[in-house]
Structure formats: C-alpha cells, structure tokens
C-alpha cells in the first residue's frame, strides 16, 4: 500500500491522515482486540483491591498466618496507592518514550509476579512490600494502557467506550469478591490459607491478558511522531485491510482538511511537556486535580474499606462480606454501561458534573444519617450503591479527561502525573483515615470521613463546570495540539506550531 506519508523538510517534517484513518473506521474486531488485550486490565486492578477488601476482615482474625489490625489494614491499602502513582510516573514517562506497546507487556509482568509473590506473606512488612510492587504494576498500566486505547478507538466512540472499559473495574471486583466466598470458607481451606489462593486469581487472568495483548499493535500515532512514520501506516493499512475483508465494503475517503504536518521527533523534553500542563493549559490542570482527587479520596476509602466497616459495624461475617462486596462491584459497573453514551451525545462537561455533584450530595446525606443514627446494613448499602452508580462513571471519566486534553506527545505521562498527584492527595489519605476512623470503634467518626469525601467530590464536579472540555466526537489532535505539530487543518483552518487551540478547546 502506498504510504500517505511524505517528507517535506529533511526527513524530519511530514504529512500524515493516520489520525484521521483511525477516526472514521466502522467498529471491528480489532477495536475488539484492542478492548480485550488492554482494557482487562481494570479487571485486574478491580480483583486486587477486591480481594484486600473482602479478605480484610480475615486478616485481622486470629490463625490467619498474618497479624494485622484495621489501622494496618488501611496501610496495606496505602502501600498499594502509594506504589500505583510511582509506578505511573516511572513508566508513564517510558511509555511516551519508548512506546505504548513495550511498556505495557512490562507492566503486566510486573503485576503478575507481584501478586503471586503477595500469595506468601507472612509479616506485615513483606505484605506491604508486595503491594506496594503489584500497585507500580498497575499504576504503570493506566498511564500506558489509557493512551494507547484513546488512541485506537475512534473519536465518535470513545467516551462510552473509555468509560466502559474503566468501569471493568467492577467486573473484576464483582468477581474477585464471589471468588473469595469459597476460600475464605473454613470448611473448605484452613484460614491460614484460602486467602492466598484468592491471589493466584490475578496472576492467572494476567497471563491469558499477556498473551492477547501480544497481539496488540503499537500505537500509529505514538509511531509517526517518533519518527517511524512508515511503520505507522503499515499497522492502519493492515487494520483498514481487516475491516474491508470483515465488512465486504469500501472505507469512507480521508479528507485534505484532515491532513497533519509533524515535525518528528525521538523524544520531546520533560520540560516542554511541563510547561504546556502548566502555562499552556493552567485551568485544564486544576480540572485534571480536582477530578483525581475527588475520585480517588472517595473512592479509595469505601473501596478498601467497605469490607472491615460491614464487620465492625454492621456484624457482618468474614465469609459474607464478599458478597456484599461483589453488589457493590455491580452498582459501579452498571453505572458506565448504562450512562456511558451520554457521554458522547450529551456532552462531557454536563455528564462529567452531573455524576461528580450526585454521587457528593448523596454521600453528604449518608454522612448526616451515620451522625444521627445507626441505619440497618441494607439502608446503608443502599445509600452506598447509589453513591457509587454515579461515582463510578465519573471516576472512570476522569481518566478520559485527562487522556484526550493534552498533547499526544505527552499523553501517557498526563495520565501518569494527574493519577499519582490526585490518587497520591485523595487515594492515600482516604484509607488511612478511614482506617483510623474505623478503628475507633465509633461510627460516628466514620459518618465524618464520608462528609469529607463529599466535599472533595464536589469540588471535582465544580471544576468540571468551569473548566471541562467539550471533546465528544472530537479528534484528539483537535482537542489538544500535538507538540509536533507544524501546522494542522481543523474545520479548513490551519493552526500554526505554538499557537493557542481555538477558545471554544480551552
């Protein structure tokens, strides 16, 4: 196939129609692909704090192996966060240099050795050292996984399908929780030995992801910019050869005005990409925080958490937490799947608030129920899955977020930087404090850690109102320009290199 690509200054400038090829395909079994081999991964993130949450409580039994309290608990907790935003900065800054597809094959390696290794500990401290190793795992996954997804799913699909692909989440943690019923079953393994078969969960689903994500391609667009524009247009021509053989019909012609001219380069500088989150897009900065942080601190809590609070304050067996668990895991998954469309029909901004501001208000409510009075164990999962249908979406929305407004240069490492800074302020701070409320024994201290996670929930849906971005149905290069860029066509305007994106993108 000829290439489309062509070198007008030195080698180093060309012209490509890569993004906009991507864009107009029909859904196929590629995208299929792509979804299988990358999005999992949240199955896997959603089993691993499933399992601490439903395995907690026989954690701090007596003849577990493992002598922990709920204040360690919530620790362990820490450790994993902690080790998921080192883990996205280490490798989200590897993946914008070194490609999407290295590094996400290393970061699933490393999830997997990490939580069989968790399956053997003995001591607090060599259990906290493997959460923290299976967290870098993870974390490393969402800043590469995120960037190569938005990057291979067209642009009319990608909010319901980013958001479905996040909400997974829930699937693993729906299945993490049913599967962890039969372990923690005295009857069926000793207590000292059920729950670390639990871990073994993960690292088989790791190595069945392993082996479709092989197959996965890299990204096109990382390609061109790195100056492997040929390789580029190998891979699209390949994925266009598909769908015309999956769908017996001629693919739509690419349009002139869909033409981008970059200026190829191996890598751009940290620095660079520094000052374009900073001075180019100072309030799409602010927006990314207060999203993260908001989700994360909420999210983080009740997630690690709901296990012990159900059995400290509810009296709710080791062995039935599970259960109530994967309910929970239900709720969050319904939430994208069903609102994930409005996500590109309605638009980002209204949607985005809208979850963001419901799911505030209906935690501030629980939190004022749990001052007043002691409600029944169903009043209070009540309150918590509807928290959480619409927490869900826009939590996995924030990811969206922060993928599609900065430039593809440094996709991977926005992720990165705004998953680890808000997960490092909200997904740290909310165990432990939840732990130690908690461990107080009084359910009134717990009610004021569910008010603060309201607030910092509606400070993100707040920020959305003021300064999200309208990017449904958008190409990504529209939304933020590449770094690259020498100059680009939108709408038959053509952008110069350095320039501000029109007002209506900020």
């Not at 033409?259 to 602010?286: D, G, N």
């Not at 799911?359 to 309150?383: D, E, K, N, R, Y």
């Amino acid at each position: 196939m000829a290439t489309e690509a062509a070198a007008t200054a030195a080698g180093h400038e060309i012209e490509t129609r890569v993004p906009a090829r991507l864009d107009r395909l029909p859904w196929s079994r590629f995208h299929w692909m792509v979804i299988i081999g990358l999005g999992t991964v949240w199955i896997l993130d959603g089993l691993e704090v499933t399992i601490i949450g439903s395995i907690g409580d026989r954690l701090t039994e007596p003849g577990s192996g493992i002598a922990l309290d709920a204040s360690q608990i919530g620790s362990a907790a820490a450790f994993y966060v902690a080790g998921a935003c080192i883990g996205a900065l280490f490798f989200g800054q590897l993946t914008d240099r070194f490609g999407r597809k290295k590094l996400f094959l290393v970061t699933l390696g490393l999830y997997i050795a990490a939580t069989v290794a968790t399956g053997f500990a003995w001591t607090p401290w060599y259990f906290f050292a493997c959460r923290f190793l299976t967290g870098m795992g993870i974390g490393g996954e969402y800043a590469a996984i995120n960037s190569a997804i938005d990057e291979l799913i067209p642009a009319r699909l990608r909010g319901r399908v980013d958001l479905i692909i996040n909400g997974s989440y829930w699937v693993g943690a729906s299945i993490g929780a049913l599967l962890t019923v039969p372990l923690l079953n005295t009857s069926v393994f000793a207590m000292d030995f059920g729950w670390r078969l639990a871990f073994l969960i993960g690292a088989v689903l790791g190595v069945g992801i392993l082996i479709v994500r092989s197959h996965v391609p890299e990204s096109p667009r990382w390609l061109f910019i790195h100056g492997k524009n040929e390789e580029a247009e190998e891979i699209v021509g390949e994925i266009e050869d598909e769908v015309r053989e999956e769908t017996g019909e001629e693919l739509e012609e690419v349009p002139d005005d869909a033409k981008l001219t970059i200026h190829q380069r191996a890598s751009i500088p940290f620095r660079e990409i520094a000052s374009v989150a900073f001075r180019k897009y100072p309030k799409r900065t602010v927006l990314g925080l207060s999203l993260f942080v908001g989700q994360a601190f909420l999210y983080n809590a009740v997630t690690f958490d709901l296990g012990t609070i159900l059995g400290e304050f509810f009296g709710i067996g080791s062995g039935q937490i599970p259960l109530y668990i994967a309910l929970f895991g239900v709720s969050n998954f319904i939430g994208p799947l069903t609102l994930g469309r409005l996500f590109d029909t309605v638009g980002r901004k209204v949607m985005i608030s809208l979850c963001y501001l419901a799911s505030a208000g209906l935690t501030a409510v629980l939190g004022i129920v749990l001052l007043s009075t002691t409600p029944t164990t169903w009043t209070f999962m009540l309150f918590v899955l509807a928290i959480f249908f619409f927490a869900s979406s826009g939590a996995s929305a924030a990811y969206l977020t922060v993928s599609e407004i900065f430039p593809m240069e440094s996709r991977a490492l926005s992720i990165a930087f705004f998953y680890a800074v808000g997960t490092g302020l909200g997904g740290i701070v909310g165990p432990l404090l939840f732990g130690e409320l908690i461990n107080t024994g009084e359910l009134e201290k717990v009610a004021i850690g569910f008010l603060i996670g309201a607030a910092v929930m509606a400070v993100g849906g707040v920020a959305e109102i003021f300064f999200g971005v309208n990017a449904e149905g958008k190409a990504l290069e529209s939304i933020a320009q590449p770094l690259s860029a020498a100059k680009m066509k939108m709408s038959g305007t053509e952008v110069e290199s350095g320039h501000e994106p029109p007002a209506a993108m900020v």
